[in-house]
Every structure is written in C-alpha cells, then in structure tokens.
C-alpha cells in the first residue's frame, strides 16, 4: 500500500494497471459476444413474407384450376345422369305405347275370329284379355253367344289392316284398329268381307293390359 501512496501523480500503479487490463479484457470480450450474436442472428432467416405470398400465389392458380376440374366433372356427371334418366323414361313411355297397340289388336283379333268347333275356348279368350266393364258385360252374354255361334256353324276370321294408338296416359291408352273380317255359316254362301273400325280401350293393371272397353267407329 506504502507503493501506491508513493506513486507520482499522473502514473498508473500496477493495481491501476491490472484494472485497467482487465476492464480491457473484458470490453473485448463483450465486443466479441456482440459480434456473435450478430452473427447468430445473421445466420437465422427470419420468414420471408414476400416468399411467402409468392409461394400461395403459386398454389392459388392449382387449387381453383382443382376446384374448376372437381365442378366440371359434378356437372357432367348431373348431366349424363339427367340424360340417362330422361333415356330411359323415353324408353318405358315408348314400350307402353307399344304394349297398348299389341292389346288392341290382339283384343280385335280375338273379338272377330271365332269357330263354332271351339267357341268356349275362343269366348274364354276374349274374357282373360277382358278388365272392367267390358268383362262383365261380356261375361253376361258369353253363354248365350256360344250358343249361337253352336247353332249357326259360324265362323268368322279378322285379319288386322291398320292400328295405331289414338291417345295414352300412363295407365291406359284408346286404339284405333282396322279389322276385315270374313264370315261363314253353314248352309250360307261365303259372305264378302265387311271392313270394321273399332276404338278399344287398353287399361294397364299391376303391370298387364287388357282390354277395358271395345266400340265400333265409322
């Protein structure tokens, strides 16, 4: 301590200078962890927000192009449903008109070709393709038909010259059928062939047509 006290003024001690070096030392050192830090943080990229709008710039045109593609494939596959259904309704529509055509001709064959030798059987035909009034009515006078068809050796054929369907609905449709129909009896000359129109109505019931009404038209 005698040392220090006797230092001239405006000298350093070696207590001051030790201070002194170590105060150097340890500005040194902040400096250098400054200067790693700074480093460091050099080192780390912080997010790039310009990158990153890019980079959803970039997806932005794929997801709507995606989307554009998933909508277009929806509405086609809407559309082929629609068509294949509206197909499909045509095709029922067009063989139900067609199921009426083949009732009423079939009902005008059975109504003009009858034969004394099988005349219940005939009749019995003309019932099972019978519905409604038409049944019942002809039901009633099945019997007393027969008899005279039995009684007069009759026999008459039709042949079918023109059907077409007049009108139609969903349950039923009118035919309209042009039958030449040739007739004998016994005993009687070959009678010439009479051409009749007849308007029969088809109803459809559970799935089978029949013959529902039968009219004869000019």
Not at 36 to 48: M, V, Y
Not at 106 to 125: F, H, K, M, P
Not at 169 to 189: E, I, K, P
């Amino acid at each position: 301590m005698a040392d220090d006290a006797a230092a001239p003024e405006g000298e350093l001690t070696d207590a001051d200078e030790r201070e002194s070096s170590t105060a150097v030392e340890l500005t040194d050192t902040d400096t250098d962890s400054d200067a790693d830090a700074d480093t460091e943080g050099a080192g780390t990229t912080e997010p790039d927000d310009t990158a990153t709008t890019t980079a959803k710039a970039g997806r932005s045109p794929v997801k709507l192009a995606l989307i554009a593609g998933l909508v277009a494939v929806l509405a086609l596959a809407g559309l082929a449903g629609w068509l294949g259904y509206q197909t499909y309704e045509s095709h029922r529509a067009e063989e139900r008109r067609n199921l009426f055509v083949q009732v009423g001709r079939q009902g005008a064959l059975n109504l003009t070709t009858i034969n004394w030798e099988s005349a219940e059987a005939d009749v019995q035909r003309i019932l099972d393709s019978a519905t409604g009034t038409f049944y019942d009515d002809f039901q009633q006078r099945a019997e007393p038909f027969v008899q005279v068809v039995k009684q007069a050796q009759s026999k008459s054929e039709g042949s079918i010259a023109e059907a077409g369907l007049e009108s139609a609905t969903d349950t039923g449709g009118q035919v309209l059928v042009a039958v030449t129909v040739r007739t004998t009896n016994a005993g009687s000359a070959e009678q010439q062939p009479r051409a009749w129109r007849m308007r029969i109505s088809v109803q459809e019931i559970d799935g089978e047509a029949k013959v529902s009404n039968v009219e004869f038209v000019p």
